[in-house]
């Protein structure tokens, strides 16, 4: 129908060759003779979630504003609506008005993407033109069925959240893949499974049911051996730092992991009575955007390993940012024992760790992995320190840990030019697997980061009160990592916020 009122009705039979207009126009037909039926029957609570907007309110894809009735005038002082279907704008405003918006309501003939969207609020003097709005002006944005129809969902919900004011409500009710796993219904899967093969996003301004919206709406990301010292500091650190870091843009889920269920769970407690995050209302029991859950990870145990990949990939369907490989150990004395121990948890499960991780982040997710200063190569006989920087892959570093392992074991790691120093060995290991690990992910194409830290020397259990730093000071860097811009860099060895020489 759309085809043929383009040519016999609109005379322009060369707008079909134009597809985004095809894609508007059959959306408007199908939603100016749809829309209001589709629209009597919405969730329960979102009916006073939109009837307590307030303020200056940015409504996205608002269709012929068909909702626009169940929003109360009264507390607002003006409503933008974002609607990119030229042929909607007539009900838009018709509907509007109807609703007793009168002046306050203003349609924008944009998308809700930040290229589309920002110019059209610079234009109609909502935005000021110098363009540095850094604290966002918006009371609430609505996105009532419309970010499963956005091109680019992460960047448009990131842009979405730079306009909202501190302490703004987004109001969201969109599409999402049927749970039918857990609450949701199979019939109902195979359904959107089969409307999705017919065409549905095309015809239906590109909406896929099939997204996990939910997922581009929340962040996430992951510490291990949290439970205490600097991997505490960390969580800490980055519930503070997030909403003012560039990862921010909605909810943010910490997992907290610890390899004991008692300490991991005590942890939490003490990061929930925290003073400092309780007035920073950074929490979510405070008002915040920052959860943290507790999760069991012992990563010298594989099965539990396995089982805490497992849930990542059941909750996180588009992956996760970041993962923190803190977990580390430093054992007194130094013999072949203590060498196969430490460099077991602080090289080759933190590496398995890593192979188990990448494939659960997102396209730009980061890997941080704690290292040390020990594992700075000034220690070393020339040939191990050449070897070491010629390594290529990850196997020609666990070949030098192997070397390091049977010196060891012969009484003559000295000879071969290591030092008696398992822990020292083991960093210097996890860095060189680090930038292994970078190199592979950058020849695949990939845009995941791995970096390798020294959090610095830190006064915690490992260090027996020693050291100079506070975790929390320790915690900079590897936050640093996981959160700031840091201009795409990877296969780095960073101190004090800054990559350093190897
Ligand atoms: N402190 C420093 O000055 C310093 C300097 C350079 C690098 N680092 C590195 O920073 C990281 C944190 O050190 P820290 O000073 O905070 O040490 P810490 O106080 O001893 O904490 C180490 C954490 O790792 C956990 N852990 C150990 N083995 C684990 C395993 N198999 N699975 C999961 N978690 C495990 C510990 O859990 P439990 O409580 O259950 O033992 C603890 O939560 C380590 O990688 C360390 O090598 C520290």
Known sequence: ?????????????????????????????????????????????????????????????????????????????????????????????KNAQEAGFGEKYHALLCGGEPESLIPALHKNGILSTSGTNEDGIFDEICCLRVLCGVPQPEATIKGLYTLLKPGGRMVICEHVVNPWRTEGRIDARVMQFVYSILGWPFFLGGCEMQRHTGEFLRKAGVVTGANKGIGLAIVRQLALQYPKSPLHSGPFLIYLTARDQGRGEAALKDLHDDVQLKKAKALKSDGGESEIRYHQLDITDRKSVESFAAHLKQEHGDGVDFVINNAGIAMNGFDANIVKTTLGCNYYNTVEACHMFLPLLKPEGRIVNVASMSGHLNKYADDIRNRFLAAKSESDITSIMKDFASAVEAGKEKEAGFPSAAYAVSKAGLIGATKALARAEEEKGSKILVNACC??????????????????????????????????????FWQHEKPIEW
Not at 51 to 60: F, S, T
Not at 68 to 81: H, M, S, V
Not at 456 to 475: C, R
């Open 1 to 93: 129908m759309t085809i043929l009122e383009t040519i016999f009705k609109d005379h322009q039979p060369l707008k079909l060759l134009n597809l985004t207009y095809l894609r508007y126009k059959s959306f408007a037909r199908f939603w100016t003779h749809n829309g209001a039926a589709m629209s009597q029957e919405i969730p329960g609570p979102l009916n006073s979630l939109v009837g307590d907007c307030r303020g200056l309110v940015l409504d996205i894809g608002p269709g012929t504003g068909e909702l626009l009735k169940r929003f109360n005038p009264e507390g607002i002082t003006a409503i933008y609506g974002v609607e990119p279907a030229a042929d909607l704008h007539t009900g838009l405003l």
């Open 455 to 492: 959090p610095g020397y830190v006064n915690t259990d490992m260090t027996k009160g020693n050291g100079t730093k506070s975790p929390d000071e320790g915690a900079q860097t590897p936050v640093l990592l996981a959160l700031a811009d840091i201009k795409g860099t990877t296969g780095g």
